[in-house]
Nanobody, 119 residues
Framework: QVQLMESGGGLVRPGGSLRLSCAAS????????MGWYRQAPGKQRELVAV???????NYADAVKGRFTISRDNAKNTVYLQMNSLKPEDTAVYYC?????????????WGQGTQVTVSS
């Protein structure tokens, strides 16, 4: 059973920083990629950043240059360092892991962590 547990969310002022963590209950080597998504009230869930098993990263245009995704294989954890936060970054942030077993793909999601950027 794969479980993803996010932590690190909270209330921060504009321009501030937060670091989100996503701890997996299994080795993250089994996942093709892990990523962070977010969903603001009344909006669809959107990709924020993704990192592959090989360490290749990709970011949404809205967060490029401000957010950094990284992974610690020894701790089975993926991080999202968020700097220069803006009110529009306010959302619930979800961790996702993607696994392929042959031709079947599996997606696993965490429960989400709230990030609120407000003065």
């Amino acid at each position: 059973q794969v479980q993803l547990m996010e932590s690190g969310g909270g209330l921060v002022r504009p321009g501030g920083s937060l670091r989100l963590s996503c701890a997996a209950s299994v080795s993250i080597f089994r996942f093709n990629a892990m990523g962070w998504y977010r969903q603001a009230p009344g909006k669809q869930r959107e990709l924020v950043a993704v990192i592959t098993s090989g360490g290749v990263t990709n970011y949404a245009d809205a967060v490029k240059g401000r957010f950094t995704i990284s992974r610690d294989n020894a701790k089975n954890t993926v991080y999202l360092q968020m700097n220069s936060l803006k009110p529009e970054d306010t959302a619930v942030y979800y961790c996702k892991a993607e696994e392929s077993r042959g031709i079947i793909k599996y997606n696993y999601w965490g429960q989400g962590t709230q990030v609120t950027v407000s003065s």
